[in-house]
């Protein structure tokens, strides 16, 4: 089965740029999505099609997909960033795999 | 509002079956593709199930492939997950989740989840 793997957890100061991977074969020629999961709270979806930000998101989220790496980027971190972080993919038309998730701390 | 409301969940004894309903409201249902996403307690998220925009396409993870069934009914609004010969593995909260409109597949809006307990 298709995987996709992503740090367990970032650390990042408040103001900086955080940058999350999600690592798959051939990522590059799929499109990915991002997730932010606040405790209790069901996912939003913050990135799709590699690059798009959905109404209300704001510009301070971006993201990338080459090769076999998908990235999202979040410039000048806030607090209420802080949150877990999942990347997704479809393996093919049929099959939808999320990353194991990354914990975003903004300490 | 756009708007997910999951319910059906609940404490079931291993073995047991469920079904769990996902009422949709705020946008043309039928217009759009659905999916079941599940979170084991303290775990990440897990792509359960896919139906078409007409139900008459259906996708299942292996991990429930054989003891589940994904229907919709356009005209309730309504898609329902039934899941049988439960483990205590599937143990999570089940999200309904929409698929948005895009070039690919992504889901744009998720509703609260419904608990599902497996245990004896």
């Known amino acids: 089965s298709y995987e996709l793997t992503q740090p367990p957890s970032v650390s990042v100061s408040p103001g900086q740029t955080a940058s999350i991977t999600c690592s798959g074969d051939?990522?590059?020629?799929?499109?990915a999505c991002w997730y932010q999961q606040k405790p209790g709270q069901s996912p939003v979806l913050v990135i799709f099609?590699?690059?798009k930000r959905p109404s209300g998101i704001p510009e301070r989220f971006s993201g990338s997909n080459s090769g076999n790496t998908a990235t999202l980027t979040i410039s000048g971190t806030q607090a209420m960033d802080e949150a877990d972080y999942y990347c997704?993919?479809?393996?093919?038309?049929?099959?939808?795999?999320f990353g194991g998730g990354t914990k975003l701390t903004v300490l | 509002e756009v708007q997910l409301v999951e319910s059906g969940g609940g404490s079931v004894q291993p073995g047991g079956s469920l079904r769990l309903s996902c009422a949709a409201s705020g946008f043309t249902f039928s217009s759009y593709e659905m999916n079941w996403v599940r979170q084991a307690p303290g775990k990440g998220l897990e792509w359960v199930s896919y139906i078409s925009r007409s139900g008459d396409t259906i996708y299942y993870a292996d991990s429930l492939k054989g003891r589940t069934t994904l229907s919709r009914d356009n005209a309730k609004n309504s898609v329902y997950l039934r899941v049988n010969s439960l483990k205590a593995e599937d143990t999570a909260v089940y999200y309904c989740?929409?698929?948005?409109?895009?070039?690919?597949?992504?889901?744009?809006?998720w509703g609260r989840g419904t608990l599902v307990t497996v245990s004896s």
């Open positions: 099609e590699d690059v």
């Open positions: 997704q993919a479809w393996d093919s038309s049929t099959r939808c795999e």
């Open positions: 989740a929409r698929e948005g409109l895009g070039a690919t597949k992504y889901f744009d809006v």
């Open positions: 051939e990522l590059g020629d799929k499109y």
